[in-house]
């Protein structure tokens, strides 16, 4: 936590909340610190504060998502706003209607803030030069998720206290990854070292330039590091076009206990769900109380979900 | 019309090698009836109609190899009308339209069609390409002499390539019989599909698909490849990557006969111009890196690029107004592209002459028409430029109906202030 101590909290100058790329590190404390005061609120017995009373947040996923959009949900009602969300995964859009338009109706409603998740990357950006309220990015295509890397972030800071020093290795589906991206730029940012692990045909063109180290072992890329963080890899990928077959990921790819020994005695594990259990990850590993971080995710999405609403709501 | 006497001027004429102060006579008949130093308002008639250029210099009207114009099917991109207006503004003269239009223009009945339209409503040279192939799908050629016949310049499908290699060898091999100019846009669709910004650092942190260079490598390649067993007269529209470049170099240095041309976007603008998601710099081929663009350059002072075209591609706000991935491709551009090129000589990148050339005398000579060139006889297609002129593009000021301008905001050097086709002043800049 030292790093962001010595930081004081100040405002936040961006209005919306499009990708980590966009914030500073102060704005990375602020957004932290907040998050952590809402933890303990989550599991008090009455989790429900007026923060939010009489704004109205909308959640507009053109993408199917489960967790994420139960997180935003319940964050913004835990903090009083009235929510609503459009899965407009086959509606209007699909009538030919743009996002354009689609934000366009919405604004009309006077919302407060928008939540949006959007298979093209840079759909956010366009959405918050067309409305009058903020704009909080829910993933775009493979281009950022920020909540997701700031929930990992808490999630690492709660259990070793601090992420300068780290050693955290992302692997699996990089080059599709919004979450990887994210959390390059965000681990990066709180002074971890980043090692990237995924077969050449995963890795997106020139990913060192982010600030990591590439690696095609896993058992090299894994060595001496603090945090695994496995990123799923989609179904479609699996058979021939990126990779030749589950079980060859597996073999190379897929984290087991002998390849968990490369890292420092005691690595966590995370992932950012959902899982495929025995490709990308030992279904033992997964469950594993002591070294998987997997529920805390999702226990601290919540929470950092509601600092972000709290932010980025009062902008407007 | 009355003779015209213009004096005073910077002649440059690079088909001849003139870059000389003198003057330019042009006859009733609207042909140039004597140009150079010779022509001084001592030796003219003094009734005569005079026009001093007070230094300004004096170039052949541009051709411009790659233009779309909307019409049929498009015109509310742009019809003939703001078309022509939009290139006399820029000293564009000439232009090879595009047949992507709606229908495509791939059968003779549509080419009438179009040079009546191009000659009611425009004042430029409209000289139209039909389509490689039918509906440009790839599958079927078209009428190569029939549509030659009836006044097609050349044969692209232009914005999409012929996938298919035997279709394409055959295409070539039969275009040879009516000596039929081929433009090919190199671009495979496989290694291109769902791809809309170069494949490198900046679409891995847009998280955009990336189109690799390889995606136009491997097309000149496989097509200059056919060039050495089926020759015919071809042309690859526009490259945009040094490695496509190093193809056309060394087929060159062995001797194959083809020309290549370069978008002025692709000379001019890079990847990083693209920022956060900006729709009007999504170009088909993608804006590089700055090395791509910098061995372009090279790859013009060499002689491996013969061709500078605007790339022209009207689009309305609605088409633009997208996600990055959903928006269309392509830019305006022919009311610019001398002055965006002009950079290019302001920077002592490229040489006055030479970069004029490829813009004038060059284009003339793979497309086999009488234009750009102040020969004695020939139409009197010109444009009078103040080189140094400072300007800012403003999208709201620029003539073409579309505003999409990949340039808003730029500030160039040099600006066109008088245009004539066919002797008369078409265009003219207080």
């Known amino acids: 936590m030292a790093i962001l101590k010595k930081l004081k ?55 199917p998502s489960t967790r994420t959009q139960s997180s935003f949900e319940l964050a913004g009602k835990r903090l009083g706003a009235d929510v609503m969300t459009m899965n407009i995964v086959n509606s209007a859009i699909k009538k030919g209607e743009t996002l354009i338009d689609t934000a366009m109706t919405l604004n009309a409603m006077h919302p407060d803030i928008i939540v949006v998740r959007h298979q093209d990357s840079g759909a956010p950006n366009l959405l918050s030069q067309k409305v009058n309220c903020s704009v909080i990015n829910a993933g775009d295509g493979r281009r950022e998720h920020p909540t997701q890397a700031l929930l990992d972030a808490l999630t690492i800071i709660n259990r070793k206290g601090k992420i300068e020093g780290l050693k955290i290795a992302i692997c699996g589906d990089i080059l599709h990854s919004r979450v990887a991206r994210s959390n390059i730029y965000l681990m990066n940012m709180l002074g971890a070292e980043v090692n990237v692990v995924a077969p050449k045909t995963l890795l997106p063109h020139s990913i060192e330039k982010l600030g990591v180290k590439a690696f095609t072992d896993m058992k090299k890329g894994l060595d001496n590091c603090d945090i695994v963080m496995m990123l799923r890899l989609q179904n479609e990928r699996m058979h021939g076009s990126f990779v030749p077959s589950p079980r060859e990921y597996y073999e190379y790819f897929g984290l087991t206990p002998d390849k968990l020994e490369m890292a420092k005695k005691g690595a966590l594990i995370m992932h950012p769900g959902p899982m495929n259990r025995g490709v990308e990850i030992d279904t033992n590993l997964a469950d594993d109380i002591n070294r998987s971080l997997i529920k805390e995710q999702v226990e601290f999405g919540v929470a950092v979900r509601m600092s972000c609403l709290k932010i980025f709501c009062k902008k407007n | ?105 791939d059968n003779v009945s549509m080419v009438d069609f179009l040079k009546r339209r191009g000659r009611d409503k425009s004042k430029i040279n409209i000289f139209p390409a039909a389509s490689l192939t039918k509906n440009t799908e790839g599958k079927e050629m078209t009428e190569f002499g029939l549509l030659k016949k009836k006044g097609i310049i050349g044969f692209t499908d232009g914005i999409k390539t012929v996938q298919d290699p035997q279709l394409m060898a055959r295409i070539m091999n039969f275009a040879s019989q009516s000596n039929s100019l081929i433009m090919q846009h190199a671009e495979d669709n496989i290694l291109s599909n769902g791809g809309s910004i170069n494949e490198g650092e900046i ?81 088909s081929p993608p804006l590089r890196t700055e090395k791509d663009r910098v061995s372009l350059v090279k790859g013009i002072n060499d002689g491996s690029i013969d061709v500078i075209v ?51 005398s060059n284009p003339s ?17 010109l444009c009078v430029l103040d080189i140094n002129k400072p300007w800012v593009v403003k999208q709201n000021e620029l003539r073409s109906k579309s505003k999409n301008t990949p340039i808003e905001n730029r500030m160039l050097q040099g600006q066109v202030i008088k245009t004539f086709v066919k002797g008369e002043i078409v265009f003219e800049r207080n």
């Open chain 1, 9 to 63: 909290a100040v405002k936040i100058k961006q209005n919306h909340l499009l990708g980590i790329q966009d914030l500073s590190l102060s704005d990375v404390s602020l957004i932290l610190e907040e998050a952590k005061s809402f933890i303990s609120l989550n599991k008090s017995s009455s989790k429900k504060i007026d923060l939010l009373r009489g704004k109205t947040q909308i959640n507009l996923f053109f993408e």
């Open chain 2, 1 to 105: 019309m009355k003779e015209k006497y213009l004096l005073n001027a910077r002649i440059i004429d690079p088909k001849n090698q003139i870059d000389e102060l003198g003057g330019l006579i042009i006859e009733s008949n609207g042909s140039i009836k004597a140009v150079g130093k010779k022509v001084t308002k001592d030796n003219i008639p003094s009734n005569s109609d005079k026009i001093d250029l007070k230094n300004k210099i004096l170039l052949p009207g541009l051709v411009d190899m790659r233009v779309f114009v909307g019409e049929p099917g498009y015109e509310y991109k742009e019809n003939f009308r703001t078309l022509s207006n939009a290139a006399l503004s820029g000293g564009v003269t000439s232009i090879v339209s595009m047949p992507n239009t709606s229908p495509v223009i």
């Open chain 2, 203 to 283: 679409s891995t942190r847009l998280g955009l698909k990336g189109i690799p260079s390889l995606a136009e490598k491997i097309i000149v390649e496989r097509d200059l490849s056919f060039l050495e067993e089926y020759f015919c007269r071809y042309h690859i529209s526009q490259i945009s990557s040094e490695k496509a470049l190093s193809v056309i170099r060394r087929n060159k240095d062995e001797g194959i006969i083809f020309s290549a041309g370069v978008s002025i976007n692709n000379l001019s603008l890079n990847e990083n111009d693209i920022g956060d998601f900006k729709t009007f710099l999504k170009l």
């Open chain 2, 310 to 360: 605007s790339d022209h591609k009207p689009e309305d706000e609605e088409s633009k107004r997208l996600t990055f991935s959903q928006a269309a491709t392509g830019a305006t551009g022919v009311e610019t592209l001398l002055p965006l090129a002009l950079e290019l000589y302001h920077n002592k990148l490229i040489k006055l002459e030479k970069l004029i050339s490829l813009m004038t």
């Open chain 2, 365 to 381: 000579k793979i497309l086999g028409i009488d234009k750009g060139t102040l020969e004695v006889g020939k139409d009197a297609d």
